[in-house]
């Protein structure tokens, strides 16, 4: 399975994006001294989805690279399955047809 627009849209809720500003993500990436998108990112590999990150800012395509170089426990995991999971988080996929 892919993830697609593995870390959401920035555009939403007032231009914040709900996934990178999330209490729990945030909560672990400062515990692990990580960024916001390498703990989902760590989070989808470890759930088997090939992600797709996109970035031209090369300080963003290295924290994308380096999350390898970690692995989140389970209590982090199970912490991570329990973000809302009803809401969209990009482009809605009923709509394109």
Known sequence: MQAYSSLGTTVIEGNKNPLLTDYTV???AS???KVPSQILLSWAILKGFSVLPKSTNPIHIRENF????FKLTKEEVDELDGIERTKKYAWNPAHVL
């Open 26 to 28: 945030n909560q672990i």
């Open 31 to 33: 515990k692990r001294g």
């Open 66 to 69: 380096d999350i390898f170089c």
